[in-house]
Nanobody, 125 residues
């Protein structure tokens, strides 16, 4: 069983920045895709960004492209989400998730095998 732990959420003013971290235990991220999703109250969970652990390839939702950056630290088995120019509409619970299968629809939450508990990000106007 893989345990995913997110950290780094909090309250920030619009225009500010936060960095989220996602670490896994019991299994490395090797040969996986790690994604960040978010869910705002009353809304469905939506894709934010993902990274291919082996080659570092990344992909972003249009709503965060050029503001958020996903990265990995192989030595620490950790994935980061650097969030800049935050907007009130970025307010949500942010989740990291890992998919160990190839040829999946990696922007779809249903493709992921393990999830973290989520971390709250609140952006005030």
């Amino acid at each position: 069983q893989v345990q995913m732990v997110e950290s780094g959420g909090g309250l920030v003013q619009a225009g500010g920045s936060l960095r989220l971290s996602c670490a896994a235990s019991a299994r490395t991220f090797s040969s996986s895709t790690v994604g960040w999703f978010r869910q705002a109250p009353g809304k469905e969970r939506e894709f934010v960004a993902r990274i291919n652990w082996n080659d570092g390839g990344t992909y972003y939702a249009d709503s965060v492209n050029a503001r958020f950056t996903i990265s990995r630290d192989k030595a620490k088995n950790t994935v980061y989400l650097e969030m800049n120019s935050l907007k009130p509409e970025d307010t949500a619970v942010y989740y990291c998730a890992v998919c160990y299968s190839a040829f999946r629809s990696w922007n779809d939450a249903r493709s992921y095998d393990y999830w973290g508990q989520g971390t709250q990000v609140t952006v005030s106007s």
